[in-house]
């Protein structure tokens, strides 16, 4: 079967449970204990002093109320794509990651009506695989789709730290996921705003929602990190060439 992806050994164990019933059975949550990501948020959770025992009791009901609320928050989902991000980043790759959430709502009023879950995630892998379709985006999709077992991933919202490109986009719309969020645009080749706007061409049959500049900084940073560590690798690379081929000269001389 191939070479495994480190994120599908990751989740196996954790999904293994969901596969022993059905494909169609409502996926468990990957990642229930939300505490492993509470000391990468500061922002989210800073919670205002309280003296006293009540004040103590107060701060705690109200730090574990906020903590509730960021588990299912755009941030929170963002941070675990940022994950898949830094991992891509490990392996040399562009550091992009996505998540996909399956968060099912009622036909009539659009409610929530089950909490929303994680059901897949992917980073990019395109050098690994030498797969030009490898995005994370498309890899996270491909499995959500396994996944639910079925291709129409109308109550699916994707988490993606890159602006999707064009054959993300379309994915997008070929799946019919109800929403895509992601963090950091992009103006060379996104198909989400920055470059063309598919979500909402009305010459296709179906829209999704799009918000973008969640976690944006961080996502940004990433891939500005990226991309400037692999400059100065190359100008390395070429002035060790040119001392080589000046001593190469200097000894052919001598
Ligand atoms: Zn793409």
Redesign the pocket.
């Known amino acids: 079967m191939g070479e495994v992806s480190e994120n599908r050994r990751m989740i196996s164990s954790s999904l293994q449970r969901i596969s022993k019933t059905s494909r169609m059975h409502v996926p468990q949550l990957v990642h229930s204990d939300a505490s492993t990501y509470s000391d990468q948020k500061p922002c989210d959770l800073k919670i205002p002093l309280n003296k006293g025992a009540k004040g103590a009791a107060r701060q705690k009901n109200t730090f574990q109320q906020r903590h509730a609320i960021y588990q299912h928050s755009d941030e929170f989902y963002m941070n675990l794509a940022l994950e898949q991000a830094y991992l891509a980043r490990a392996n040399d790759e562009v550091p992009v990651g996505a998540v996909v959430v399956y968060a099912p709502r009622d036909r009539g009023s659009r409610k929530l009506i089950a909490s929303p879950q994680v059901i897949s995630f992917a980073r990019n892998r395109r050098e690994e695989d030498q797969d030009p379709k490898a995005?994370a985006?498309?890899l996270a999709i491909e499995e959500a789709s396994w996944r639910l077992g079925t291709w129409r991933l109308k109550d699916c919202i994707v988490y993606v730290t890159l602006e999707?490109?064009v054959?993300?986009a379309g994915l997008m719309i070929q799946s019919r996921i109800s929403r895509c969020v992601y963090g950091a645009a992009d103006p060379k080749g996104g198909a989400l705003g920055s470059v063309y706007r598919l979500q909402d061409d009305a010459r296709l049959n179906h829209s999704f929602l799009v918000s973008s500049g969640v976690c944006g900084k961080q996502c940004s940073a990433i891939l500005h990190d990226y991309f400037s560590a692999k400059r100065e690798r190359g100008k390395f690379k070429r002035k060790a060439i040119q001392i080589q081929k000046s001593a190469c000269k200097k000894s052919a001389c001598i």
């Open positions: 995005h985006e498309f999707p490109c054959m993300c």
